[in-house]
């Protein structure tokens, strides 16, 4: 990674994501709770991506007709964190252990050919600690900068850090 103290990155609802002029940022699936508190973190969006259709919403990502899935962009200080932190805390965010529809996949997006070789080798250690298989996708940056990012409903937006009410209405 090369240190900066800023990341530039951007995405926008034109369903086109802005490339990091240094590879430091990249996409993961929006379940992975891995960008609420994360240290570094300067930009984080939330949003679909990796389907066939232009404009998603919430709903027809959820009906299971568009292929995206729910994913978080996350822009990053290479000065205040790392990639490898970052896919370590990944992998212990969530369980890749069982196959998901695309909605919900497990799935790194890479922005560049380096972030690409440790998301793969990060994987290979994980399925050797576990003893088990990892169901993630790795996206080569070829194929990462050239899916088409839509950013989700504002509501979804900072999900995590806001006020809940329970089904319940409490």
Same mark, same amino acid.
């Given at each position: ?27 993961? *699936? /929006?379940?992975?709770?891995? $960008? &609420? !508190?994360? +240290?570094?973190?300067?930009?984080? %969006? @939330? =949003?679909? #991506? ?62 560049? *050919? /380096?972030?690409?070789?440790? $998301? &793969? !080798?990060? +994987?290979?250690?994980?399925?050797? %600690? @576990? =003893?088990? #298989? ?37």
């Amino acid at each position: 990674m090369r240190a900066q103290t800023t990341a530039r990155s951007s995405a926008s609802a034109s369903g086109s994501l802005a490339r990091t002029q240094r590879g430091d940022g990249f996409k993961i *699936p /929006e379940g992975c709770e891995l $960008a &609420v !508190a994360l +240290k570094g973190a300067k930009h984080v %969006r @939330v =949003g679909y #991506t990796g389907g066939e259709t232009d404009l998603p919403t919430y709903t027809t990502v959820c009906a299971g007709s568009t292929g995206h899935t729910e994913a978080y962009y996350v822009a990053y200080s290479p000065a205040e964190t790392s990639y490898d932190k970052l896919l370590d805390q990944f992998w212990a965010e969530h369980s890749p252990t069982y196959m998901s529809k695309s909605q919900y996949k497990s799935a790194i997006w890479a922005q560049t *050919p /380096e972030q690409y070789e440790k $998301a &793969v !080798a990060s +994987k290979d250690a994980a399925e050797r %600690r @576990v =003893g088990r #298989t990892m169901f993630t996708d790795i996206y080569p940056p070829e194929v990462s900068l050239d899916t088409a990012w839509w950013d989700a409903e504002e509501y979804h937006q900072g999900y995590y850090r806001k006020p809940r009410v329970s089904r319940f209405g409490w």
